[in-house]
């Protein structure tokens, strides 16, 4: 079997071909910079899978995919335990969401990174202001939630 990375990547981009971002550019990037991030931030150990989870971790979430597709593509219990802490549910508080993420030190590693990725000045530049204020809000609270703390 090819590598993790290489295989979650592959089925990343059957996953969301045809998808845009909110500036218009390719989706595929994001998971790729995630991907990316991901595994240079995760301990040695836990690289590979944090890459994998990484390119997977919006899959569930945003297309047809299902953990059972993951896992019988040949993943491991390790990714798509990952890629689930990081699967929002319908309805599901935000507090639940990151206290799953947080349970899971992968979910943990490739959230981080995907939160750095959705601030990045760069990205953000590209959208109109009120959407630029209304995610810098979100993403401040994300990342509250990620780290535990709960301002009120």
């Known amino acids: 079997m090819e590598n993790l990375i290489a295989h979650a990547e592959r089925v990343a981009r059957a996953a969301h071909e045809g998808q845009t971002d909110k500036a218009g550019a390719p989706y595929i990037s994001h998971p790729g910079r995630v991907a990316r991030t991901a595994a240079e931030t995760a301990p040695d150990s836990l690289r590979e899978e944090a890459?994998?989870?990484?390119?997977l971790h919006d899959v569930v979430e945003d297309t047809g995919t299902t953990l059972e597709t993951l896992?019988?593509?040949g993943f491991p219990e390790t990714v798509i335990e990952g890629v689930d802490a990081m699967t929002k549910r319908q309805g599901e508080p935000p507090e639940r969401y990151f206290e799953r993420v947080r349970a899971n030190e992968i979910a943990r590693i490739v959230k981080a990174a995907d939160l750095d990725d959705n601030t990045n000045p760069e990205r953000v530049g590209k959208l109109d202001e009120e959407t630029r204020t209304r995610l810098a809000a979100k993403y401040q609270r994300s990342r509250e939630l990620l780290a535990g703390s709960h301002p009120e």
Not at 51 to 55: R, T
């Open 51 to 55: 890459g994998a989870v990484g390119w």
């Open 71 to 73: 896992r019988a593509q």
